[in-house]
C-alpha cells in the first residue's frame, strides 16, 4: 500500500513542526512550509528525513495562490498528491482593533484565513480522487472565547470556524466517506 502524504503548514517551529514530526514517526510522506524560517525549516526536514520518510519542505507565503500552487505542484511530483492537509501557519497582532493598520490587518487574513482557503482549494480535488482525506485546521481557543489585546484575530478565526464547516458539508462523508474535516484548539 502506498505512503500517505501530509502537507503542514507554519511547520518550521512548533505546534507545526511537531506535528510534521510526529507524521514521520507514522511513516508518512512529509511536506513541509513556512515563510520566513528557511533555516529552521530545513533543520525540521532534517529531523523529519531521521525517521527514513522523505521531506519537501518549501518555503513561500501560502496566503498566495501562485506560491501554494508551485508547491502543491511539487507534492504532486514528488508524492502523488496530499492526503493529509494539517494549515497550522498563523500570526497573530497584539493589540487593539482601533490601533491595527490596514496593512496589518491584510497580513494577518492572507496568513491566517486566505492560507487555509488555498490549502484547501487545492488539496481537496486529490482527496475526493481518492475517496478518502484528512483536513484539520489548528486555531487557538482565543478564537472561540476571545482574549485581551487580540480582537482581530476573533473574526479571522471566526472564518476559518466557517470555512471547515462548509468544507466538511461541500466535500464531506458525501462525497467521500473518509473524510474528516476537525477543528484542533490550542
Not at 519537501?56 to 511530483?77: N, P, Q, S, T, V
Not at 496593512?103 to 496568513?111: G, I, P, Q, S
Not at 481518492?130 to 486555531?139: A, L
Not at 476573533?154 to 471547515?164: D, E, K, R, V, Y
Request: net charge positive.
Amino acid at each position: 500500500m502506498p505512503r500517505k502524504t501530509v502537507l503542514v503548514t507554519g511547520a518550521s517551529r512548533g505546534i507545526g513542526k511537531a506535528v510534521a514530526v510526529k507524521f514521520a514517526k507514522k511513516g508518512y510522506n512529509v511536506a513541509i512550509s513556512c515563510v520566513h524560517r528557511e533555516e529552521q525549516l530545513m533543520q525540521t526536514r532534517k529531523e523529519i528525513e531521521s525517521f527514513q520518510v522523505p521531506c519537501l519542505a518549501y518555503k513561500g507565503d501560502m496566503g498566495d495562490m501562485a506560491c501554494c500552487e508551485e508547491l502543491f505542484l511539487k507534492i504532486k511530483k514528488m508524492f502523488g498528491g496530499v492526503d493529509v492537509l494539517v494549515n497550522n501557519a498563523g500570526i497573530s497582532y497584539i493589540g487593539l482593533l482601533q490601533d491595527m493598520t490596514p496593512a496589518d490587518w491584510e497580513r494577518m487574513l492572507r496568513t491566517n484565513l486566505t492560507s487555509v482557503f488555498n490549502c484547501c482549494k487545492l488539496a481537496v480535488p486529490y482527496m475526493i480522487s481518492q475517496k478518502q482525506g484528512k483536513n484539520c485546521q489548528y486555531i487557538f481557543c482565543m478564537g472561540r472565547c476571545g482574549r485581551l489585546l487580540r480582537d482581530s484575530l476573533l473574526s479571522h478565526q471566526s472564518g476559518i470556524n466557517a470555512l471547515t464547516k462548509a468544507l466538511a458539508k461541500g466535500a464531506g462523508p458525501q462525497q467521500y466517506p473518509g473524510q474528516c474535516n476537525c477543528l484542533r484548539s490550542h
